[in-house]
């Protein structure tokens, strides 16, 4: 693992980075560009439609992103916005046509009486970029316009995250929403009336969000262990170090437009089902690191985590593969692999002091959550008592047998009967870098 989750300071971004996420970034402030690298993805992705790639375990996904910017106050979040916006030009102009077409609908909708044959609602008048302050019902209609002109999805700029209980419908079913959202499935509503919005659209919809640790924190407090946090990809920016002077942002002329462009038409223009070469590969070498990290830290939360931050660490590869013409590079990779543990440190560093312990829902110490390596705390010959007290000390359940179970299991640790004592193997020592 080449990153330190547990560490104070963020995983540092890739050198060399592929064009399309060198380009984009390239206007914002250096302190948020690690953060721009990752919440470019929904909106790059909106450009996509009728696009689907095959996961290690055979299920197809859409490239779902959603992404939170979580920084202190004054911090510059609204730096990434002129981004966004630079990214979803065609969106916007599309969008444009579309008013058009509903606002000549509703005069005309307007006009008829009650006995009058009301005008059918357009078919090819979505709108794909709905502003955040929408209503639950608003969004289901969206949805359903935005599915009949080919499947396409839904893209919002939030810039305040309570925005989104009234886009769900109430914070109860913002989790709800988050869930189908992640894997593309049916979310509608059924009206009693003739004038509600009945439907029951596919939910694509992906959105970036912005806030302090604090609100964010709250937001999501009911729902840390509920695989609500794992859906979404967090992009945490702490306070850099004291500088004079005012950040700035460089100019989205004419020139970096163009250039952006050739790599968003490539996202326009796909479709079908995309294979990646290579990717997998990688996917299961990083999926067999956090496993090992999960089993040494005996970290439920963590590992319910780290399925899904992959998944989406694998989506913006596939991503990157199409916009990037369909090549795969080792900046590709690196910068997933980069994207992955940033994304992971950014949820421990926010919702660790939040974060309970599974099974006895004791608090965790911020200092002491994470997928801290148990076995290298641990002298390399040791007695289930002293694992009993390292778990202790811990905050974690005493009882410990099935975690060396576990350990024995992978070949970290081996049992010598007469000295009733564990030892580390040469393998687990050697792949530490650590002498017998």
Known sequence: ??????????????????????????????????????????????????????????????????????????????????????????????????????????????????????????????????????????????????????????????PEIDLLDQCCGGHRKVTKVIRLNFDTKRYGAQRATVDGITGNPFLRWKFNFSCVPEKAQSFFKSCLKDGTL???????????????????????????????DEFLVRLRMAKGEITVPKINKLINKLNDELSEASELADDEVFESLYHRSLVIAWLKGCVLYVAEGYRWTKEIENFVEWSLYYDLWSKVAIFAPQMKDSRNNVTIDVRKYGPANMLDMLPDSFSQTMLEQLRQSLDKPIYCVSQLTLWQNRGYIEYDDQTKLYSKTASYLAKHKRKA
């Open 1 to 158: 693992m080449k990153y330190d989750l547990l560490s104070p300071i963020p995983p540092s971004l890739p050198k060399r980075l592929p064009g399309f996420i060198r380009l984009t970034i390239s206007k914002v402030p250096d302190y948020m560009r690690p953060a721009a690298a990752n919440a470019l993805f929904p909106s790059s992705a909106a450009q996509m439609h009728d696009v689907e790639f095959r996961y290690v375990d055979n299920v197809l996904h859409e490239p779902t992103f959603m992404e939170g910017t979580v920084a202190a106050s004054g911090l510059g979040k609204g730096y990434l916005d002129p981004m966004y916006e630079a990214i979803i030009r065609f969106l916007r102009a599309h969008d444009s046509e579309s008013q058009k077409k509903l606002l000549e609908y509703q005069r005309v909708y307007k006009t008829k009486s009650q006995s009058q044959a009301k005008p059918e609602r357009p078919l090819d008048a979505a709108t794909l970029v709905p502003e955040p302050d929408m209503t639950n019902p608003a969004l289901v209609q969206l949805l359903m316009d935005a599915e009949r002109e080919g499947n396409r999805s839904l893209y919002t700029p939030i």
């Open 230 to 260: 794992g859906r979404i990809g967090f992009n945490y920016v702490p306070k850099p170090e004291r500088k004079r002077g005012i950040p700035r942002q460089g100019n989205y002329d004419e020139k970096y437009l163009a250039a952006l």
